[in-house]
């Protein structure tokens, strides 16, 4: 089978879009699709002093500005983080939604599988998503929240403040050793045997069964946590 007249054929095609591109959309989209060879090709034989020209009205760019530059903004001001979580609110998209759809589903069928469950909080993000989805399904559902000693203060009373504000069932369980110390005797800690003693205690103190992983079998009572 002949397949001489193929590579021509598509190089036709790809410049008949280019034309097509060029013809009908250059005003407003091609700047963001043909970058640079689009503007070597119009700027071809022109002296290197001609000025750049950019219109604000159509957005038409013969070439690209150079990129902004970011100013340090040590404190947010109370309007601009508003206007910024209003823009966060507003994407709230199609898909996010099937995400929270589906972890919802996953939350529930493990607080129908038993009475005894709480979640982990560590006071990061992810922790955080998982804890409100939690709350809107079962509202006084136990709160564990691991003080390793090594946390920010900041970190701290945060947590401690979010009790309060939200009325948290809130567990705090703090290591007797020190992080540092320990590290340096046994390296750095990964999950595994030597949590046993610890989670052992803290499952008694809060009356729930703790799991070091998150993809474990969910028919017995333990702790739901982001991962």
């Known amino acids: 089978m002949d397949?001489?007249?193929?590579?021509?054929?598509?190089?036709?095609?790809?410049?008949?879009?280019?034309?097509?591109?060029?013809?009908?959309?250059?005003?407003?989209?091609?700047?963001?699709?043909?970058?640079?060879?689009?503007?070597?090709?119009?700027?071809?034989?022109c002296p290197e002093n001609l000025r750049i020209w950019k219109s604000s009205s159509d957005k038409t760019l013969i070439s690209l500005p150079p990129p902004p530059k970011i100013k340090d903004v040590p404190h947010a001001k109370p309007e601009?983080?508003?206007?910024v979580i209003k823009q966060l609110a507003e994407c709230y998209r199609k898909d996010l939604r099937g995400k929270i759809a589906l972890a919802n589903e996953v939350i529930k069928t493990l607080l129908n599988a038993t009475d005894k469950v709480a979640v982990a909080f560590s006071g990061g993000r992810d922790s955080l998503?998982?804890?409100?989805?939690?709350?809107?399904?079962?509202?006084?559902?136990?709160?564990?929240?691991?003080?390793t000693g090594i946390e920010f203060p900041e970190s701290l009373k945060y947590i401690r403040q979010l009790k309060k504000d939200w009325n948290l069932n809130l567990y705090e369980a703090k290591a007797n050793v020190d992080f540092w110390k320990l590290t340096e005797e046994q390296g750095i800690p990964v999950a595994g045997r030597g949590n046993t003693t610890f989670m052992r205690e803290l499952s008694q103190k809060a009356d729930v069964k703790l799991s070091n992983s998150c993809c474990r079998r969910s028919d017995a009572r333990r702790v739901g946590h982001a991962c």
């Open 80 to 83: 601009r983080l508003g206007r």
């Open 3 to 45: 397949n001489s007249g193929t590579g021509s054929s598509r190089c036709c095609r790809r410049k008949s879009l280019i034309e097509l591109l060029e013809s009908r959309y250059y005003k407003k989209f091609l700047p963001l699709i043909y970058k640079q060879t689009y503007a070597e090709r119009v700027l071809r034989g």
């Open 129 to 147: 998503v998982a804890l409100h989805l939690t709350l809107k399904i079962k509202p006084d559902i136990p709160v564990i929240f691991v003080n």
